[in-house]
C-alpha cells in the first residue's frame, strides 16, 4: 500500500484523484472541484489530512456542485501532472470552475481552516453565471421580497423554505447545499435588510426560517439554535422531504448493501410509533430472527461458535431489562447450554429446547416477526439489522445501569464486554458478511481504547454514526427513515454544539441521551407479546 493509499482511502467522502484520472473525472465533470495537491511524505500533509477529510464530510452532499479531491504528488504516476500544474509546495489547493469549454485552476486562498474552506467553496460556485454554473446547483443568490411574498398562500407539490440572514451570513448557502440531495424542498434564502420581507414575515431575529408548506399554510419554523446543522436537520426530516438515492455505480463508499430488495411490496399493516422511545417488539423479533434464521444457517454449533452463541445468550439473560419472558427464555437456554458437556451441539437441539421451553411455560419470544420502531417503508429495508443495533445499544445501557450483573459469567473480566461479545458474534454469524469485515475493521483500531462502561456507550454510538455516514443515499438507505447524525436536534437538540463554524457533538449530553433512551424505562410494551 502506497503512502497515499494510508493517508486517504477508498472509504473517506472524497474522489482520489490521478494522473489518469484527473482529466476524465474533473474535465468531464458536471461540478466544479477543490482539490487538494499533497504530498505523501510531508508531515503537514499528513497532519492536515484528517481536517481535509472532515471537511469532506461536512460537504459530502454538495458533491454534485462541488465536489472534493486529492492527488498524490509524490507517486510516480503523478509527477508529470503536478508538473503541468505548477505544484510546487505541498499542499497546494487548486479550485477549479465549472466552466465546460475551459476550466481554468486557480490557486485556493491560505485559510485551511474548515470554515473558510467551506466559504471558498461557496464563492466559487457563486462566482459562476447563471449559464454556467453547475447542473445540480441552485441559485445562491438572495431572493426580493417581490420574487418571495406572492409564493404565500399557494399550494405546491413541495415545501420552500426562506431562509432569512444578515447580508454576510454563509448559513443561507450553506444550507441550500445541504439539501441538494433532496427531494420535496426547495430552500431559498433573504436578506434582513429586505425590510419588506422582514415585516410581512414578522421575523425579528436572524438567521430563521419561513417555512411554506405544500397545502399553502406558511409559519416560522422553530428552530432550537439557529445553526446551520439545527436548520438542515429540521428540513431534512419534514415530512416526505427525501433522500434522492444514489445509483450503486455512483456509490464510492463500497459499502454492502444489506436488505435491499427494491420494488418488493410490504404487505404487513403500518404500525404507528413514537421515534423517541424503544420498542420491546423489535428487541423480541431481534432475538426471535437471531434464534430461528440466522442460526439456522449452521447446522451444528462448535468450537469457537458454540462459545461465541453461549457469551451471547449469557449477555442478554444477565442484561436485558425487565426481567420478563425474554429473560426467562434466555436463563433457561443459557443454563442448558452451559451444562452441556458437549462440544458439539446440533442446531436443531437449540430449537427444540427453545420450542419446548415456550410450550411448556408459556413463555413466548413473538411467535413472529413484528417490527415497530424498525418498520420498513417497504418489506426488505430495516427489520432485523436495526434491532440488532438496537439490541446492543439496549446492553451497553444496562450494563452501566447494572455493573454487577455479569459478575461469575466469565465475562465479568472484560473491560468492555457487550462490545467483545457484539464483536464476535457479528464477525461469526452475522449474514451480512460486508457489514461484518467494516465492523471487524472498525473494532480492531478503536475497540481496545474503550476504557469503561461509559466509553463502551459511546463507542457503539460513535461507530453506529461512522457506518449511518457511510450508507447516506444508498440502496437500504429507507426514504422514509433517511440515514442521518443521530440523535437528531429533534431528539436531542442539547446534544448538538457549532465550535468555530463545525458541528461538534456535546458528548456529556449524548451520553445522558442514551442513557435515558436505552434505558429500561423508555421500553415501550405496545405490540409486543
Ligand atoms: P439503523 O442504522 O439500523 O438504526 C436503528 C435505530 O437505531 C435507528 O432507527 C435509531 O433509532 C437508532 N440509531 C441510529 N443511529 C444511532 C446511533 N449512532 N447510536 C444509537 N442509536 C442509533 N449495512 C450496510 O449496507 N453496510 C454495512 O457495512 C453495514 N454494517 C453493519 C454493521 C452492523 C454491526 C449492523 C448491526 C448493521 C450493519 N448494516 C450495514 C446495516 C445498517 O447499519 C442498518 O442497520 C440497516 O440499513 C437498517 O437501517 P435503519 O434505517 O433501520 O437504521
Known amino acids: 500500500v502506497s503512502g497515499a493509499g494510508r493517508l486517504y482511502t477508498e472509504e473517506d467522502p472524497l474522489v482520489i484523484l490521478s494522473s489518469g484520472s484527473l482529466k476524465s473525472a474533473v474535465t468531464n465533470s458536471s461540478s466544479a472541484w477543490l482539490i487538494q495537491f499533497f504530498s505523501s511524505w510531508c508531515g503537514h500533509c499528513i497532519q492536515y489530512s484528517s481536517t481535509w477529510k472532515a471537511l469532506a464530510q461536512d460537504v459530502k452532499d454538495w458533491q454534485d456542485a462541488v465536489s472534493v479531491g486529492v492527488l498524490d504528488c509524490a507517486q510516480e504516476e503523478n509527477f508529470d501532472v503536478c508538473k503541468d500544474y505548477s505544484i510546487k509546495f505541498y499542499p497546494t489547493f487548486k479550485v477549479r470552475q465549472h466552466v465546460p469549454a475551459a476550466g481554468v485552476y486557480t490557486d485556493a486562498g491560505a485559510d485551511r481552516s474548515i470554515p473558510s474552506v467551506r466559504q471558498l467553496m461557496v464563492n466559487i460556485l457563486q462566482n459562476h453565471t447563471n449559464l454556467d454554473r453547475p447542473k445540480h446547483c441552485p441559485p445562491l443568490e438572495p431572493y426580493s421580497a417581490a420574487q418571495l411574498l406572492p409564493l404565500l398562500g399557494q399550494r405546491s407539490d413541495h415545501y ?51 417555512l411554506l408548506h405544500p397545502n399553502g399554510t406558511h409559519a416560522h419554523l422553530h428552530s432550537e439554535k439557529p445553526l446551520r446543522f439545527f ?69 451444528t454449533l462448535e468450537g469457537e461458535e458454540l462459545k461465541i452463541f453461549k457469551d451471547l445468550v449469557t449477555l442478554v439473560a444477565k442484561l436485558y ?9 434466555m436463563e433457561t437456554l443459557s443454563d442448558w447450554l452451559l451444562s452441556m458437556p458437549l462440544q458439539r451441539i446440533p442446531y436443531q437441539a437449540v430449537l427444540d429446547l427453545v420450542d419446548n421451553k415456550m410450550r ?76 461484518g469485515r467494516h465492523f471487524e475493521q472498525a473494532a480492531s483500531v478503536g475497540m481496545d481504547n474503550v476504557q469503561n ?10 461507530q453506529h454514526n461512522r457506518v449511518n455516514m457511510r450508507l447516506a443515499g444508498s440502496l437500504s438507505d429507507d426514504p422514509l427513515f433517511p440515514k442521518a447524525p443521530w440523535p437528531s ?41
Open 321 to 329: 431489562p425487565g426481567g420478563g419472558s425474554v429473560v426467562k427464555l
Open 453 to 462: 462502561r461509559e466509553q463502551q456507550i459511546l463507542w457503539l454510538w460513535q
Open 231 to 299: 436548520f438542515s436537520s429540521l428540513l431534512r426530516t419534514l415530512p416526505g422531504v427525501q433522500r434522492r438515492l444514489k445509483s450503486s455505480s455512483t456509490s464510492s463508499s463500497g459499502a454492502s448493501q444489506v436488505g435491499a430488495l427494491p420494488g418488493k411490496q410490504n404487505t404487513e399493516p403500518w404500525r404507528d410509533f413514537d421515534r423517541s422511545k424503544v420498542y420491546m417488539a423489535d428487541l423480541e423479533s431481534a432475538l426471535h430472527y437471531l434464534l430461528r434464521v440466522e442460526l439456522a444457517t449452521h447446522n
Open 160 to 210: 420552500t423554505a426562506i431562509l432569512v440572514e444578515e447580508p454576510d451570513s454563509y448559513v443561507g448557502r450553506e444550507v441550500i447545499l445541504d439539501l441538494l440531495q433532496y427531494s420535496g424542498v426547495q430552500v431559498k434564502r433573504a436578506l434582513s435588510s429586505d425590510r419588506p420581507l422582514v415585516d410581512a414575515l414578522k421575523l425579528t431575529a436572524f438567521p430563521s426560517i419561513y
Open 360 to 435: 411448556i411455560s408459556g413463555v413466548f419470544l413473538g411467535a413472529e416477526l413484528r417490527w415497530v420502531g424498525c418498520q420498513g417503508s417497504r418489506a426488505g429495508l430495516r427489520g432485523y439489522p436495526c434491532s440488532l443495533w438496537t439490541l446492543f445499544h439496549v446492553l451497553t445501557v444496562q450494563h452501566d445501569a447494572n455493573p454487577t450483573a455479569l459478575d461469575n459469567t466469565g465475562l465479568e473480566a472484560e473491560v468492555a464486554p457487550v462490545l467483545q461479545v457484539m464483536r464476535r458474534y457479528i464477525r461469526t454469524f452475522f449474514g451480512c458478511r460486508e457489514c
Open 489 to 529: 436536534p429533534s431528539l436531542c437538540a442539547s446534544c448538538h454544539e457549532e465550535k468555530n463554524g463545525i458541528h461538534v457533538w456535546n458528548q456529556d449530553n449524548v451520553l445522558r441521551f442514551l442513557r435515558h433512551h436505552y434505558a429500561a424505562s423508555n421500553l415501550s410494551p405496545e405490540y409486543s407479546v
